[in-house]
């Protein structure tokens, strides 16, 4: 990942925070839905729980995810590729993103076995990014 654009997601972002992910939907139109979001360099991390988002990405694996902070202008854009995974490297990725944005008593009321039916993985690779107001 770029370092200027991780310097600015990391300016702008809490691992708890909410960001707007984006997806391509059976007629070209957008899904979006806010979610959490970790930062695993070179990925973006995204936990997935919905049906919709996942058939999505299955059919086509491009999406966009827009991270700002309320009542700024300030923000980052990323568009790039989602692979959804539910191995087991998967499975230590995702527990790190969930302790690291709720500690490890919040791993354990989140705790949960990826799988197909369930939660999965996404793993967004950036393949070009906008960063707006963020001093560089």
Same mark, same amino acid.
């Given at each position: 990942?770029?370092?200027?654009?991780?310097?600015?997601?990391?300016?702008?972002?809490?691992?708890?925070?909410?960001?707007?992910?984006?997806?391509?939907?059976?007629?070209?139109?957008?899904?979006?839905?806010?979610?959490?979001?970790?930062?695993?360099?070179?990925?973006?991390?995204?936990?997935?729980?919905?049906?919709?988002?996942?058939?999505?990405?299955?059919?086509?694996?491009?999406?966009?995810?827009?991270?700002?902070?309320?009542?700024?202008?300030?923000?980052?854009?990323?568009?790039?590729?989602?692979?959804?995974?539910? $191995?087991?490297?998967?499975?230590?990725?995702?527990?790190?993103?969930?302790?690291?944005?709720?500690?490890? $008593?919040?791993?354990?009321?989140?705790?949960?076995?990826?799988?197909?039916?369930?939660?999965?993985?996404?793993?967004?690779?950036?393949?070009?990014?906008?960063?707006?107001?963020?001093?560089?």
């Amino acid at each position: 990942m770029d370092a200027k654009l991780l310097a600015a997601i990391e300016s702008l972002h809490q691992p708890s925070d909410w960001v707007h992910l984006s997806t391509i939907g059976r007629d070209g139109a957008p899904h979006v839905t806010p979610m959490m979001m970790g930062v695993r360099a070179p990925h973006l991390l995204f936990s997935l729980t919905g049906k919709q988002k996942v058939r999505n990405l299955e059919r086509d694996p491009r999406a966009c995810v827009a991270i700002s902070r309320p009542t700024v202008m300030a923000h980052v854009i990323v568009w790039g590729r989602i692979e959804v995974r539910v $191995d087991d490297e998967a499975q230590e990725i995702w527990e790190a993103m969930i302790t690291k944005a709720f500690g490890a $008593d919040g791993l354990g009321a989140r705790s949960r076995r990826l799988s197909r039916e369930g939660t999965m993985l996404g793993l967004l690779t950036p393949e070009r990014h906008r960063i707006y107001g963020i001093e560089s």
